[in-house]
């Protein structure tokens, strides 16, 4: 029997992952991806000298033989390329010069803070014993398999490997960094703790979880920045035999009726220059609301999709400042959020934060003596929409890097700007424009104590009344991430090989 086909929409991770597994399992694969250059997100960016990473703090699944690992192994991600673990995830510094250092290891964090504050030991053990707890829990048991074809059997296996970590579940699972912060009575932990794990919404859970991962040596960086990252699935998914075509952007999903009677099925898709490509299936790891309301015209939602995408839902949309300084930042450290006492104005909003990254660490990104130094910043997406195509948001973009050029040169690298050789914006409408995603979400649906639970039941990866049509990637995955994308294009294979009566394999090279 000749091999059926897939079109994949987008080459992001969860993309390329489809590819790589449609390849092993036989199909024929095409993607379509409307940018130049694979990974979506998944990137960075050259300027002059220097390279600017645009993605990956930490990447699950760097650890051999630990979670998400074995999916790197397959999609060739992880051999041959160094990671660097940082022991520690970031500080936090007040205006005072006071700095809480997220630790991975418990029991330094655990000392440190508690040097910070004695009179909050309790809460600091309880936090570090929930780290210790989770790091032998493993974030890939809800993904192993695609949900609708998990068996009683399936269901039993997960719950016996999840009982053990019920108890730090309940416990970590509905509560923010910034309600927990909340509870401590040293003034400066309270504002610190909720930056701790970069953003104050983010459920204990998973910071936990994070801090545990680093110290298992299963939350690593690629050295040589993520679009490297994202190239090397790119050639494995060319060494498969798939295809890739570029500047290819899918205007349609095109559907017809299913010969059943019951509803309709998809096809293949048109593309912007109306060239027409069909195939049995159809995977779209693009944007969600793009697909489900554009591509498809909006045809096949029901309420719990309506509901979805009506804006209610949290997604993160952000600025980033890159900058290429002639100074030699070897030592210091790598993340740093500054707390502020006074507020500065940026794109319209009172901030009292600033993330500050410094890339010297991965000595490929910047020439000898140089340094790649990221500042970023939650934003709003309107604010810059407003003014988007006028001379105004040029001005705007400048203005956002001349205050984050002030403020690093007056606080914390005195004479910084006169060192700055280049400097690059990036806003929501930037990442938008090269990926498509809504409102330029770093991640999807941003993840929440309020997500948390539907990240943890799963979204639903089809549309009513639609057959052959699958979707992948960040928005039916709320947080999104580069592992759990790719484990995303993988389960997305393995549906489609149950739907034809095909064992899944998968293959590692
Ligand atoms: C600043 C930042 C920091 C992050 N940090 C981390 C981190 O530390 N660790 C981590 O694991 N994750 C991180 N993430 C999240 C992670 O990058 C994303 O969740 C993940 O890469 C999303 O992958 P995806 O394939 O689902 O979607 P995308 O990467 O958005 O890929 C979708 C692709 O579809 C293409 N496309 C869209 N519409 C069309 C169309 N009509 N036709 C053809 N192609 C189309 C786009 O061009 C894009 O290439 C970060 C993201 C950002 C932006």
Redesign the pocket.
């Known amino acids: 029997m000749p091999s059926k086909s897939i079109i994949i929409?987008?080459?992001?991770?969860?993309?390329l992952a489809a590819g790589c597994y449609g390849q092993m399992n036989g199909y024929r694969t095409q993607i379509?991806?409307?940018?130049y250059l694979p990974g979506?997100?998944?990137t960075a960016w050259e300027r002059g000298p220097y390279v600017f990473d645009?993605?990956?703090?930490?990447?699950?699944g760097t650890g051999p033989g630990q979670p998400f690992h074995q999916v790197w192994a397959e999609l060739g991600a992880v051999q041959g390329r160094r990671f660097i673990q940082h022991d520690e995830l970031m500080r936090v510094v007040d205006p005072d010069g006071r700095t809480l250092i997220a630790y991975c290891d418990p029991d330094r964090l655990e000392s440190h803070m508690k040097q910070l504050s004695p009179a909050d030991g309790k809460l600091i053990e309880a936090m570090c014993q929930g780290i210790r707890q989770l790091r032998r829990f493993d974030m890939t048991l809800t993904q192993q398999k695609p949900k609708p074809l998990m068996t009683a059997q399936d269901w039993g296996a997960m719950g016996r490997q999840v009982l053990p970590f019920i108890a730090p579940m309940a416990r970590w699972a509905r509560i923010s960094a910034r309600d927990f912060a909340a509870r401590f009575k040293d003034p400066f932990l309270r504002r610190a703790v909720a930056y701790m794990f970069s953003w104050p919404d983010i459920p204990m859970m998973v910071g936990l979880s994070l801090l545990a991962y680093m110290q298992n040596g299963n939350a690593g960086v690629p050295v040589g920045a993520s679009l490297e990252f994202a190239r090397a699935i790119e050639r494995r998914y060319l060494e498969l035999g798939g295809q890739i075509h570029y500047r290819?952007?899918?205007e349609k999903i095109l559907v017809e009726d299913d010969p059943s009677g019951r509803g309709k099925r998809a096809v293949g898709v048109r593309l912007y220059d109306d060239s027409i490509h069909r195939a049995d299936y159809v995977i779209s790891?693009?944007?969600g609301r793009?697909t489900i309301f554009d591509?498809l015209g909006g045809e096949f939602v029901d309420r719990y999709l309506k509901r979805t995408y009506d804006g209610h839902m949290p997604l993160h949309s952000?600025v980033?400042i890159s900058l290429g300084v002639n100074r030699d930042l070897t030592g210091e450290p790598h993340w740093v959020t500054y707390l502020l006492n006074e507020p500065i104005t940026i794109a319209g909003e009172d901030r009292y934060d600033i993330g500050v990254k410094n890339y010297c660490f991965d000595p490929s990104l910047a020439p000898p003596g140089k340094s790649a130094v990221i500042a970023m910043m939650t934003t709003h997406y309107g604010y810059w929409q407003r003014i988007y195509g006028r001379k105004l948001y040029d001005t705007e973009q400048t203005q956002v890097s001349d205050i984050i050029q002030d403020f690093l040169d007056k606080n914390i690298y005195p004479g910084i700007s006169a060192d700055t050789e280049v400097v690059d914006e990036a806003t929501p409408l930037s990442?938008e424009r090269?990926?498509?995603?809504w409102q330029g979400s770093?991640?999807?649906w941003l993840l929440t104590k309020q997500t948390m639970p539907t990240m943890i039941q799963g979204m639903r990866k089809t549309l009513p009344g639609l057959r052959n049509l699958y979707l992948a990637?960040?928005w039916v995955e709320p947080g999104?991430?580069?592992?759990v994308?790719a484990m995303s294009g993988r389960n997305a294979i393995h549906v489609i090989c149950h739907q034809d009566g095909l064992p899944f394999v998968t293959t590692t090279p």
């Open positions: 929409v987008g080459g992001g991770i969860a993309g379509f991806e409307m940018h979506g997100l998944c645009g993605c990956i703090h930490y990447l699950f290819s952007q899918v790891a693009a944007d793009g591509m952000q980033q990442y090269y990926t498509g995603n770093s991640c999807g990637g960040q999104g991430s580069v592992p994308v």
